[in-house]
């Protein structure tokens, strides 16, 4: 089965370190896949997405991720945290042939301590 | 550009009572439309989705329904509501698949 993998439901981190958030997933032939946040009561918002090409893809607000295909990871990156940065984080995959629907991971809280 | 509005942002409805929540988008013509529940703040449970005026797909059995009116309006519906069907409701939009899709800020739905 077609399924996405956020193993830390929390990641702490204090400002100004680096973050990583990850993601594997297990789908057959090339997805595309996509990063997105999502702040309380709101809806989520696109960070990034890899479709092809550079393994290292930037997005908004200073985020990039790294696709990384033998492992089949897209872990989420950051080299300077910020409190504003704490949120729930999302990743999702398109599996390829399928044009309709996005399989989500569950999650990963970012809480950035001052 | 294009936006997607979706209203109410909050609701409380007693059990057994009719729902309807309302999605739109501007700027865009024949996107794909999808309906996602997010129950607990965490994973997103996708409920329908619509490719084209009158033509949806229902993911999961359930007490809803959504219906396809006009081209960018998306409607989530129930004759009778359960207090299972609590949660924080999601609309989203989309087209060529390697597009993200593009969410609207939500109905957050309480039943007593």
């Known amino acids: ?114 | 550009s294009q936006t997607i509005h979706q209203w109410p942002a909050t609701l409380v409805q007693p059990v057994g009572s009719p729902l309807s929540l309302e999605c739109t988008v501007e700027g865009t013509s024949n996107p794909n439309l999808y309906w996602y529940r997010q129950a607990a703040g965490r994973g997103l449970q996708l409920l329908f989705y619509s490719v084209g005026i009158g033509q949806i797909s229902s993911e999961v059995p359930q007490n809803l329904s959504a219906s396809r009116p006009q081209d960018r309006q998306f409607i989530l519906s129930s004759k009778k509501l359960l207090l299972s069907d609590s949660g924080f409701y999601l609309c989203a939009w989309g087209r060529r698949q390697n597009q993200p899709q593009h969410f609207g800020d939500g109905t957050r739905l309480s039943i007593l």
Do not use: M
């Open chain 1, 1 to 114: 089965a077609q399924s996405v993998a956020q193993p830390e439901d929390q990641v702490n981190v204090a400002e100004g370190n680096p973050l990583t958030v990850k993601c594997t997933y297990s789908v057959s032939g090339n997805p595309y896949l996509f990063w997105y946040v999502q702040y309380p009561n709101r809806g989520l918002q696109f960070l990034l997405k890899y479709i092809t090409g550079d393994n290292l893809v930037k997005g908004s607000y200073g985020f990039e991720a790294e696709f990384n295909k033998s492992q089949t990871s897209f872990h989420l990156k950051k080299p300077s945290a910020l409190v504003s940065d704490s949120a729930l984080y999302f990743c999702a995959v398109r599996p390829p042939r399928n044009t309709d629907k996005l399989i989500f991971g569950t999650g990963t809280r970012l809480q950035v301590f001052p």
